[in-house]
């Protein structure tokens, strides 16, 4: 199940959202899942480093907040990458 979905010229993103702790650490961070529909589609994972808590549901909550302008930054800044 999607988040997000998000339109962005000729493609629709579908977001989903997880929170993951690494190792030896008590802090749970962000971390979204991008998947596009169309001829090409493409998939990646982005880390949200600016969110992190001690908190897993605190990470839902911070993630409510982002906004879709958030998000389609993300997607840009990992294809202008790639």
């Known amino acids: 199940m999607a988040w997000r ?3 962005m010229g000729d493609e629709v993103w579908t977001v989903s959202i997880a929170a993951e702790r690494r190792a030896n650490s008590n802090q749970w961070g962000l971390v979204l899942s991008f998947r596009s529909s ?6 990646f994972w ?8 001690t ?5 839902y909550t911070q993630a409510e907040k982002l906004s879709d302008r958030d ?3 993300l997607v840009t800044a990992h294809l202008a990458r790639h």
């Open 5 to 7: 979905v998000l339109e």
């Open 38 to 43: 169309g001829q090409n589609p493409r998939r």
């Open 46 to 53: 982005a880390e949200v480093p600016e969110i992190q808590s």
């Open 55 to 59: 908190s897993k549901g605190a990470i």
């Open 71 to 73: 998000l389609g930054e």
